[in-house]
Every structure is written in structure tokens, then in C-alpha cells.
């Protein structure tokens, strides 16, 4: 019983990662006012440019690095159609999704060429935190990518809440007529708040393939950037609830793979549904008292 706990926290420590990294990434977004829908395609080609640099360099920072600028990149991108153009903010992220899922197909083709066996690199080790504590030290035995996503929450809250760019972020996605008035960008904080956006959704994605999987396949995201989309509204758009979201569904996750061990008669596609099932309902709960950004949405042309 005691390795199937400690088994089952550590798991769900693991599969919360790159959640908390793409909410947390989303949540910068939508507090400047902007729904990225390209959050999904974000994650695909951050874990697809992470590691075919680590694959060809022999480096994971320089993967890891790699999918950073390319997820802020992807943020510029979400930036000239939305913040610029003022393209319909739906339409442009579904469209950069597509559009990065595309290339991150066509580049793992072009670069690896379409064989059967997949490539794989030496991952990230994982950190033994507590050393060897009982127990503990087993569940925080984690890749330090872990470590920094659940360090990042308490920075954002602090970044969100006690910082002038915190408070002018919050301003733009609240009010961004009264914020210009008051001679802040508007523009230029949006696009900022993008590229931070995409960097850390980019780097949910790398983690899958930099640490956890040590390898890329198409089905690497496995909607991931859909689950974030409905995490922030689970955690009404405020970072401390982004990691008690993520854990939920991270735990989840952890209990439906050691359910399909135990013998159930039940379909295998049951146990895959159960994290869907209980984020749907959690939403459904926590989605009545959602505060949304007022201007969520809402493209602003200065006049």
C-alpha cells in the first residue's frame, strides 16, 4: 500500500508539470485580455523544437533553450494578429495551432525522416530533492524542470500582485482604454505578456519531450493545451489555484493508470476518459464563480 501512495504522488507530481507550466503560460494571456487557442500547437512545437535541437547539438539546455525562443516566437506571432491586426482571437489561435502543428510534423519528417523507430536522447535525470528520506524522498525524487514549475507559482502571484508590470497587466486585461489613458502601452504590454505566455507553454511541451519521455511522437501533446484552457478557468485566473489544478488532473491521470493494473472489466478507454470526466465536472463547479478578465477577448483599436 505504502508504494502504491508514494508511486502514485510522485506520478502525479510528473504529469502536473507541463500543466503547470501551459496554465501558467495561458494565464499571462488571458490576464493581458488575450484567449491563446494556440496553446496547444505552442506545446507541440516546443517538445518537437526542444528536441530536435537537444537530438542534434547533444545538449538538452540548448533544447531546452531552443524551445523557449520558439514558444516566444509563437507569441509574437499570436501578438501581430491579434494585438496588431486585431484578427478575431479565436480564429488566430486555432490557425497557429494548426499552422505550429504542421511544422513541427513536416520538421520531425524532414530532419528524421519517417521511420518507425523513433529517436530518443538522454533525458534530464531526476533530483533527489530530500536525498533518502523515507517516502518524502521517493516523492520528491523529481526532473527539475518539476521544481521549477511549482517554484513559479508563488513568483507569479508575487509578479501578478506586487509589481507595477503585475498591476499594468491586470489593468489591460480589466480596462485597456482606462489604461492607455494613463499612458501605459497597451500593445507593447499585450505582446510582452505573449511572448512570457508562450515561452512557459513552450517549455510544458519540452518537458514531455526533454525529461519525461526522452523522445517526440505526434501524440506527444495528447490535448494537454485544451486541459490548461480549462484549468485557468478552474483556477478562476489566479496562480496559487493553477497548481491545485494541475495536481488534480495530474492526479487523476496517476490514479487511472494504476486502476487499469488492478483487474477492472472495464474498457481501457474508460480509465483514459476519468481525468476528462473529473476536469469537466471540477470546471462545471468552479466555472459558476469564474471572474473573468473584463476584456478577455475584446480587441482594442487606440483612437
Not at 483556477?235 to 483487474?263: D, H, K, M, Y
Amino acid at each position: 500500500m505504502e508504494d502504491f501512495i508514494v508511486g502514485f504522488l510522485a506520478a502525479t507530481l510528473r504529469i502536473a508539470t507541463p500543466l503547470m507550466f501551459g496554465t501558467l503560460g495561458e494565464l499571462f494571456c488571458e490576464r493581458a485580455g488575450i484567449l491563446n487557442l494556440g496553446i496547444e500547437g505552442t506545446m507541440f512545437f516546443g517538445a518537437f523544437v526542444g528536441f530536435a535541437a537537444a537530438a542534434k547539438t547533444g545538449s538538452l539546455m540548448i533544447g531546452l533553450l531552443a524551445a523557449i525562443l520558439a514558444g516566444i516566437l509563437a507569441g509574437l506571432l499570436m501578438s501581430l494578429l491579434t494585438v496588431i491586426l486585431g484578427v478575431n482571437q479565436h480564429v488566430s489561435g486555432l490557425g497557429i495551432t494548426l499552422l505550429l502543428t504542421a511544422l513541427a510534423m513536416f520538421g520531425f519528417n524532414l530532419i528524421f525522416g519517417a521511420n518507425r523507430v523513433l529517436p530518443s536522447i538522454e533525458s534530464f535525470p531526476q533530483i533527489k530533492l530530500l536525498g533518502d528520506i523515507p517516502i518524502l524522498g521517493e516523492i520528491f525524487t523529481q526532473y527539475g524542470l518539476t521544481y521549477v514549475a511549482i517554484l513559479l507559482i508563488p513568483l507569479c502571484a508575487w509578479v501578478l500582485y506586487h509589481t507595477s508590470f503585475g498591476l499594468n497587466l491586470r489593468s489591460v486585461g480589466q480596462n485597456p482604454e482606462a489604461t492607455d489613458a494613463a499612458g501605459i502601452n497597451v500593445y507593447g504590454l499585450r505582446t510582452v505578456a505573449l511572448m512570457i505566455g508562450g515561452a512557459l507553454i513552450s517549455v510544458g511541451g519540452a518537458f514531455l519531450s526533454l525529461a519525461q519521455l526522452g523522445t517526440f511522437t505526434f501524440g506527444i501533446i495528447n490535448g494537454r493545451g485544451w486541459v490548461c484552457i480549462a484549468l485557468i478557468i478552474f483556477a478562476n485566473w489566479e496562480p496559487i489555484r493553477v497548481f491545485w489544478g494541475a495536481l488534480l488532473f495530474g492526479g487523476v491521470s496517476a490514479l487511472q493508470l494504476r486502476l487499469q493494473l488492478t483487474g477492472l472489466k472495464l474498457p481501457y478507454e474508460a480509465f483514459l476518459a476519468l481525468p476528462y470526466v473529473v476536469t469537466i465536472i471540477a470546471l462545471s463547479l468552479a466555472g459558476r464563480n469564474a471572474s473573468y478578465p473584463a476584456a478577455l477577448l475584446k480587441p482594442y483599436k487606440r483612437e
